[in-house]
């Protein structure tokens, strides 16, 4: 199984970051995972973003609900998240993984990881 | 949230001498079904973490029997018996015992 993100590096203040991430090798409508975003801010502790399940279900960190939307594309085998009214804050290194359960046990899967830095 | 604290920050190893990382949930993460929701992760310099330890105990898929989890409830220890240079990187916790998950700050492990 493989997992690519893809999306700009570089986004304006206030505006959204767009990512999606690609999978390979296994299908987003695997009944067993859960598909996620994990960021890395520079220096700082790892952030779960937030999951989706096939069935278009998804759950954020409370942190983030008001401005996080996780989609899932299964024809494409891709899922997608938005951040919308990004800050400096939200430079990081963005992966999309894949997880055993709804309780994000088991990251297994991750993708090699896209820096995204907010800056005018 | 559920604040995840590792030690030490640096662990400085010897090749073929065993290391240890402490972790401390501020929680519980005993489930009622008996597991331990605890996972460790390494992320090797300029890679993606991958898993090693989850559900407390249950070495992951390919990874080396000298990497072993142990501890339940708030206290929890990863033990690597015989340290390999391929080894070196940055080992970090999660619980997922609840949303959201949360990361220790990590722990790097370099060569001596």
């Known amino acids: 199984l493989q997992l690519q993100e893809a999306g700009p590096g570089l986004v304006k203040p206030s505006e959204t970051l767009s990512l999606t991430c690609t999978v390979s090798g296994g299908s987003v409508t695997d009944g067993t995972s859960y598909w996620g975003w994990i960021r890395q801010p520079p220096g700082k502790d790892m952030e779960w973003i937030g999951s989706i399940y096939y069935n278009e279900k998804s759950y954020n960190n409370p942190s983030l609900e008001s401005r996080v939307t996780i989609s899932i594309d299964t024809p494409r085998n891709q899922f997608s998240l938005k951040l919308r009214s990004v800050t400096a804050a939200d430079t990081a290194i963005y992966y999309c993984a894949r997880h055993a359960g709804k309780l994000v046990v088991r990251i297994d899967s991750w993708g090699q990881g896209t820096l995204v830095t907010v800056s005018s | 949230d559920i604040v995840m604290t590792q030690s030490p920050l640096s662990l400085p190893v010897t090749p073929g001498e065993a290391a240890s990382i402490s972790c401390r949930s501020s929680?519980?993460?005993?489930?009622?079904?008996?597991?331990?929701?605890l996972d460790w992760y390494l992320q090797k310099p300029g890679k993606s973490p991958q898993v090693l330890i989850y559900?407390?105990?249950t070495r992951a898929s390919g990874v080396p029997d000298r990497f072993n989890g142990s501890g339940s409830g708030t206290d929890f220890t990863l033990k690597i018996s015989k340290v390999e240079a391929e080894d070196v990187g940055v080992y970090y916790c999660?619980?997922?015992?609840?949303?959201?998950?949360?990361f220790g700050g990590g722990t790097k492990v370099e060569i001596k």
């Open positions: 559900l407390g105990s």
């Open positions: 999660m619980q997922a015992i609840q949303i959201p998950p949360t």
């Open positions: 929680q519980s993460l005993l489930h009622s079904n008996g597991y331990n929701y």
